[in-house]
């Protein structure tokens, strides 16, 4: 077995999932704002 030696790993497929996890984190808070705002309007 050899012997781990960090940081020698290829993570570009967990840094496109990040990623990918972070932009739709972004979008899904944007639209809940907008669509709360758009409640809040028609109900005003």
């Known amino acids: 077995?050899?012997?781990h030696e960090h940081g020698k790993?290829?993570?570009s497929e967990q840094e496109?999932?990040?990623a990918g996890?972070?932009?739709l984190t972004?979008?899904?808070a944007a639209?809940?704002?907008g669509i709360l705002i758009f409640i809040a309007?028609?109900?005003a």
């Open 16 to 18: 496109k999932t990040f």
């Open 21 to 23: 996890f972070v932009r």
């Open 9 to 11: 790993m290829d993570i």
């Open 31 to 33: 639209i809940s704002i």
């Open 41 to 43: 309007l028609v109900n």
């Open 26 to 28: 972004v979008w899904g």
């Open 1 to 3: 077995m050899a012997k």
